[in-house]
């Protein structure tokens, strides 16, 4: 069938062939999605070598983890995130690379292997020791600084994503049909009217 026979068809068609019921839309909505990621190519990062990137995902993972009202770090594309932002800013490039050296040579002196050889007390340990900075010793201080960056980083590629926002159950950024100002609790609790 030719391309005009077909738009022919279907503009002819009535609209109310075309309204879909809600499981409907969600089926093809998901098999759209499934066809997305099938022919989609994995993500090649262009700073990471593929262990860094590995270590960055599972390092933001952690950070932020996923939970029964979200998906986690890498689900919403925070190693992603975090590869163009060292492109972007080649500033944070030696930090970037010499924390994650670190707490590689960090795990390696405690426990004979690399943190992603690690089991999961042994990550704790390390990171325990240099996510509270005003807990920290002095010798982890460029663990700390590492991290610090790290965690805030993570934290700003998330909850800048829909998933993020979303988990944040944020109000804002919407159309409001109709204001009727600010509620009269809140005014009287400023201790401010409209007169």
């Known amino acids: 069938m030719k391309r005009r026979d077909l738009l022919k068809i279907l503009l002819a068609a009535p609209a109310a062939t ?3 019921t809600e499981s409907e839309a ?3 909505a998901a098999s759209a999605q499934a066809a997305r990621a099938a022919t989609a190519k994995p993500f090649v990062p262009q700073f990471f070598t593929a262990t860094e990137f590995k270590l960055v995902t599972t390092l933001a993972d952690i950070v932020i983890p996923k ?6 770090a890498s689900d919403a594309g925070v190693p992603e995130f975090m590869d163009f932002m060292m492109i972007d800013q080649p500033a944070r490039q030696v ?5 994650l050296a670190w707490l590689d040579h960090e795990c390696q002196l405690r426990f004979d292997k690399v943190f992603l050889d690690c089991v999961e007390t042994q990550r704790t340990a390390v ?3 240099i996510a509270w900075p005003a807990k920290a010793k002095p010798e982890f201080a460029h663990g700390v600084a590492f991290f610090t960056s790290f965690r805030d980083l993570t934290a700003a590629g998330f909850w800048t994503t829909r998933m993020g ?4 159950q944020y109000m804002g950024n919407r ?3 109709r204001w009727n100002g600010c509620p009269d609790a809140a005014l ?7 007169d």
């Open 67 to 72: 939970d029964e009202r979200s998906g986690s």
């Open 127 to 129: 990171l325990d020791d």
């Open 188 to 194: 009287k609790k400023l201790g401010v009217s409209y």
């Open 175 to 177: 159309s409001v049909a």
């Open 18 to 20: 075309f309204s879909w």
């Open 26 to 28: 969600a089926q093809a």
């Open 95 to 99: 930090a970037m690379r010499g924390g």
């Open 165 to 168: 926002i979303d988990d944040l």
